[in-house]
């Protein structure tokens, strides 16, 4: 029962070959005996979720249908859920439970998903391995010694287990898309305000955007088509109408342009992945894709940019962490001063502490001018390079990371070597495009991805074309041995 995708299961329900109630029992029996290997999950939900499955039985029973009606999900843990801990990897929130459910959760929980839980994340999504969670790092499912990939790596490392269907997740800089790519999922990164950011705990608000996590594309556009639309209590959220993503995967794939960016090819990149990702070229033309080649000739400035960037935000985003409204506060301080310092030091680990203290720097007088608006400077010609690329192009695609999982606690001494392995995915986040990642084979065993980006809210292009690529290639559907 648990190896069937989000579609596989909306048929057997709408078939009454199972209920959700059973459904949701089996899979939660299958964490409780299985996740302690992985430690994908920071909370489960069962009496919610049993609740919620004999609810959805009951609208299905009552005539109402819906591919989300009683399937099984999980939120990371930074998706605010009324009266359940959204701790966002944190000690700093490991006792806020939220007053309110973001908008992606409510919006789910009324097209009928059932919450089987809050998964695991690297503190504040801050991270590339989710080894920077206050909760401990999660094991990859393909080899327990390497990391998942981060920040959404419980979400990842549960649905590559097989431990459920889908999860939701978010990308601020790659954090769909790369644990997709070292678990061998499918992430979609919708376009910025596509998904209604309210409710979701803020790390770089110009950059963060929610999506699906998921095995398959067809079971990408099931769960965006619920988390998608505009949503008046989130001011970055866009009004434009959400296609029914569903019926854009069955489109031909002739004539359709790849561009593949010569920037990609570099010194950086395991030789064994641009293997796959030319193998995964040769497939897609021969369902008729034209190939051409392109440049992005900023690309190299994207991570320093981003870098400025993204803890700027944070350490603004984070002020509000500070012992007095909500979150950790320390034993008996002294006095205010001495309640901010420790419990804030106390409350975030040494990633969050560091990217603060960056953030901060860069946003101080005297060096705003020289870093932060020279990274916004940046952020502008990066999407000045797309645009021009998708004058001559309908997607990009590359490989969605330079190497495959690496081992855990292997770049713990080192930040900037892990930060370097967001090269493929942060440029997205600066422009704000949609990128999805897709599983394009394996490394010593290790799955590897492919990413596609596509012109903004051309998500059912990107669907489309990893459907068409996974009706003929099976790399989506191997499992994990052990699970
Ligand atoms: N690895 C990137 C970072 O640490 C991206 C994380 C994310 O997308 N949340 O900032």
Known sequence: MHQMTLAEIARGLADKKFSSEELTKVLLARITQLDPQLNSFISLTEELAIEQAKAADARRANGESGALLGAPIAHKDLFCTQGIRTSCGSKMLDNFKAPYDA??????????????????????????????????AVKNPWNLEHVPGGSSGGSAAAVAARLLPAATATDTGGSIRQPAAFTNLTGL???????????????????????????????????????????????????????DYSASLGE?????????????FSAGLDPRIAELIQNSIKELQKLGAVIKEISLPNMQHAIPAYYVIAPAEASSNLSRFDGVRFGHRCEQPKDLIDLYKRSRGEGFGPEVQRRIMVGAYALSAGYYDAYYLKAQKIRRLVKN????????VDIILGPTTPNPAWKLGAKNSDPVAAYLEDVYTITANLAGLPGLSMPAGFVDGLPVGVQLLAPYFQEGRLLNVAHQYQLNTDWHTRTPTGF
């Open 103 to 136: 908008t992606v959760v409510a919006k789910l929980a009324a097209a009928g998903a059932v919450t089987l839980g809050k998964t695991n994340m690297d503190e504040f999504a801050m991270g590339s391995a989710n080894e920077s969670s206050w909760y401990g």
């Open 189 to 243: 990164k919708p376009t910025y305000g596509r998904v209604s950011r309210w409710g979701m705990i803020a790390y770089a608000s110009s950059l963060d955007q929610g999506g699906p996590l998921a095995r398959t594309a067809e079971d990408c556009a099931i769960l965006l088509q619920g988390m998608a639309g505009f949503d008046q209590n989130d001011s970055t959220s866009i009004d434009e109408p959400v296609p």
């Open 252 to 264: 031909s794939l002739q004539g359709l342009r790849i561009g593949v960016p010569k920037e990609y």
């Open 385 to 392: 390079d797309f645009m021009a690329a998708f004058n001559e």
